[in-house]
Structures are given as C-alpha cells and as structure tokens.
C-alpha cells in the first residue's frame, strides 16, 4: 500500500511529519537510490527502498513507547551532542530508533515520554489534543499571592498568551503546574515574565502517566492502557 514518504519516516520512528519533511527539503532522504527532495511522493514499504543519510529504513518495526526519567544535564535529543552531554536515547537500550515526544530544556527533569511512533508522539505533543503536562516548580522566592493570581490570570509573552490550566502553590512553598501546551520554556518564560525566576523545574505527568517512583536515568515501556489513552484523548 502506498503512503505519503514523510509520514512513512515518521511511522518508521524517523521523527515527526515535519521534521521528516524538513530532512526531504534538504536532500537527506532517497527512494530506490535516487534522492528526492519533492512533497507528497508516495512509497510502497514493500517495494521501494528508502534511505535516511544513507541509512536503509526498515519497512517493518516494532512500534513501542518508553517512559524516561530524564537528570538534569541530559539532552532531549537523540544523539549525544559534540559537546559530549548525554542524550535522552544514550539511556535506553533497545534496537530501535527512538526520539522524544516532546521536550525538557536541560537543566529540566522528569518524565519524558520516547518513542518511534510517529502518530503517536504527535498526540502527545501536539496542542490540538490538549495533553496535560504536570510540574512541580521551585522558584528564586515564595510565590505571592499577586503573582499568583496573575499567573493564574494568564501572562501575555512574545510569542502569545499563556494561561495555565491550573496553578496550586503546596506546603513546602513548591508550585504544581498544569498546563496542555508545549511551547518552549514556557513555564520558566511564564514565571520570569510574572517577576519570579525558577530555580528547579521537574514534570510529574503527561496525560495519565506518570513519572511515580521511577529512578532517575530509568525507563519503563507505557501499557496499552496508557498507549490508548493518548490515542483516545484521556486525561486524568
């Protein structure tokens, strides 16, 4: 059967649609020995080779997802950067291609959900399904209840207004965050923007998994109970 060459990589675990699409651009991925650089080609997994810099894509693959406890320090990546920090796959050892459903910036840590399928990570990543990402934040101060009630209120930043779903400060003076969008260091942008830098920022949950007492540096593939979930929309 044939299938759109962008989403076939995607499927294979190449990374998302669009970034599949940007590898085509550049003349990164050939069909049958012959580089194409065209939107919309279609390909028959069956009969047609396809090559990712010069690296055969197997037509047929296990489709599997991970739970990751990412440390601080290590890259949301899928190889280890020239600077020699670690990255997210260096730490899962299985033969499979893998990438991240989402982001943490590096000095982040918790939960991160990595994958090879591509249908999937979309769901988790983006905004359109509304997945709930959970935090628990450390700020530079206490939060006030001014601050608060603005974060609440929504803080406008430059790329647009952020309004979390819900924001609760806990006895110990950390801050749960709830939000269903993965913008760019959003919540540090957000708390900056609101007067009150973060110190640490550690994500808890995504959709109805959850990081619970896995260690950091560790993994554990998600059940079909919560694979559904990001296929059927549920949140806790």
């Not at 990402?133 to 974060?151: D, F, G, I, S």
């Not at 640490?200 to 896995?214: D, F, Q, S």
């Not at 560790?218 to 296929?231: C, D, G, Y």
């Amino acid at each position: 059967m044939d299938i759109r060459l962008h989403v076939y990589l995607s499927k294979r675990g190449v990374g998302s649609r669009r970034f599949c699409e940007e590898m085509i651009r550049q003349g990164r991925v050939s069909v049958n020995g012959a580089i194409v650089r065209e939107m919309g080609i279609k390909v028959d997994p069956a009969r047609d080779v396809v090559t990712v810099d010069h690296h055969q894509i197997a037509p047929e693959e296990e489709l599997i997802a991970v739970a990751f406890h990412k440390p601080a320090g290590v890259l949301s990546t899928c190889r280890t950067s020239g600077g020699g920090a670690p990255a997210v796959t260096d730490y899962i050892d299985l033969p499979y291609r893998l990438y991240p459903a989402g982001r943490l910036d590096k000095n982040s840590t918790g939960l991160m959900i990595v994958t090879n399928d591509g249908d999937l990570a979309l769901r988790i990543t983006h905004p359109r399904y509304e997945k709930e990402k959970e935090y628990l934040v450390t700020l530079k101060t206490p939060l006030t209840p001014r601050q608060l009630a603005r974060v609440r209120r929504g803080i406008e930043l430059e790329d647009g207004l952020v309004r979390p779903k819900r924001v609760w400060v806990l006895p110990d003076g950390s801050v749960g965050v709830i939000i269903s969008e993965g913008r760019k260091r959003l919540i540090r942008r957000m708390f900056q923007a609101a007067g009150n830098p973060v110190r640490t920022l550690h994500r808890t949950r995504i959709g109805i998994v959850r990081l619970g007492n896995l260690e950091p540096g560790s993994w554990r593939k998600l059940t079909a109970q919560e694979i559904q979930s990001f296929r059927s929309g549920t949140n806790p």
